[in-house]
């Protein structure tokens, strides 16, 4: 017979902090003050991390080119990651649908498709190494290529 | 204002990417954390934490040669382990369902979305603080409680065979 399982309470084990602290961590990590802090730190890294961006769009393009698809995806993961703490709101959006498309065809043993592959490519080179954020309409762009891998993958489901 | 509190506390961040280890380090340093280790894949930092006996980790999902998930596994099932309870923060930009899923069941604490906000950060630390969860131990599984709700209102009817009262807690 399986064995039940046990529950272990949050009383028998080390809590992150005692109890008398708890009041004054939760004040801390709520504070204005705390936020503003933490902005700035951002703020302070913002350029770092868009050049690190651009540094792993350059490397996509090239592994998209050879058709190495698992160092494609793992290039978009990582621009996914940083693009929106970078300020690169809409790259990390076309980045992440890019992920969810070559997630679901490597999965499925299928090969990407050289259009779609390319189409995101670009928009996501034209959004990252464009100064003004505004002017990229990358949202809309994001949006079309969302749903464009939607409709795609849909259709794989399908067969 | 923010420190007192956290000063004393020990972080572990285990990330492969330089920029996002350190922007981790820093938003942890703006509460007060000041003793931040970091180790940039799942077996450094398992070697790591067995020297620092941290009292929270911030971990990545993919990285080589020994991933996130795996590295989870070894804190919450290894005999070396130093604390198998220790609170948990996998930051990963996977956000495809099945990752997702696999870090729950690697026993993950929470799971923090990149791109890193850092109120989402802080919220994510503030859950463990407030509203720390149960361990369960069972076959296959030994982790926080992966039930996000008690299930205290539901009367009924139990028509699961493992539907038991013998539930042992301690």
Same mark, same amino acid.
């Given at each position: ?65 050879? *058709? #190495?698809?698992? +160092?494609?995806?793992? =290039? !978009?993961?990582?621009? %996914?990651? &940083? /693009? ?53 309409? *990358? #949202?809309?762009? +994001?949006?079309?290529? =969302? !749903?464009?891998?939607? %409709?795609? &993958? /849909? ?5 | ?170």
């Amino acid at each position: 017979m399986t064995k039940p399982p046990e529950f272990i309470a949050p009383e028998n084990y080390k809590p992150l902090l005692p109890k008398n602290q708890q009041k004054a961590a939760l004040a801390a990590l709520r504070s204005s003050a705390t936020l503003a802090k933490a902005s700035r730190v951002i703020a302070q890294k913002t350029a770092a991390l868009r050049g690190a961006v651009l540094d792993l769009v350059t490397q996509m393009e090239a592994f998209t080119k050879s *058709g #190495d698809w698992p +160092a494609a995806f793992a =290039a !978009a993961h990582e621009i %996914r990651g &940083l /693009a929106g703490t970078a300020g690169l709101s809409a790259t990390g959006r076309i980045a992440n649908g890019f992920c969810h498309y070559l997630d679901a065809l490597l999965r499925a043993g299928a090969q990407p498709d050289a259009a779609i592959v390319q189409l995101h490519v670009d928009a996501i080179t034209r959004s990252a190494r464009t100064e003004d954020e505004t002017a990229r309409h *990358g #949202d809309a762009v +994001a949006d079309e290529l =969302a !749903a464009l891998v939607a %409709r795609r &993958l /849909a259709e794989l489901r399908n067969g | 204002m923010s420190g007192g509190a956290f000063e004393h506390l020990k972080a572990l961040i285990v990330e492969d990417n330089p920029h996002m280890r350190e922007l981790l380090c820093s938003l942890l340093r703006a509460i007060g954390i000041t003793a931040v280790h970091e180790a940039t894949d799942g077996d450094g930092a398992f070697r790591l934490m067995r020297e620092t006996q941290p009292d929270l980790i911030l971990t990545d999902l993919s990285m080589t040669p020994v991933d996130g998930l795996a590295f989870v596994r070894e804190v919450r099932h290894s005999s070396d382990s130093p604390n198998p309870y220790i609170p948990i923060i996998m930051v990963t930009g996977h956000t495809e369902r099945h990752r997702i899923e696999a870090a729950r069941d690697a026993g993950v604490t929470e799971v923090l979305a990149k791109p890193i906000a850092a109120s989402n950060l802080f919220q994510r630390i503030a859950e463990i603080v407030q509203r720390p969860r149960s361990f369960v131990k069972c076959a296959g599984y030994f982790g926080p409680d992966r039930r996000r709700q008690s299930g205290g209102g539901y009367t009924g009817p139990y028509r699961r065979r493992e539907d038991s009262d013998d539930i042992a807690i301690r």
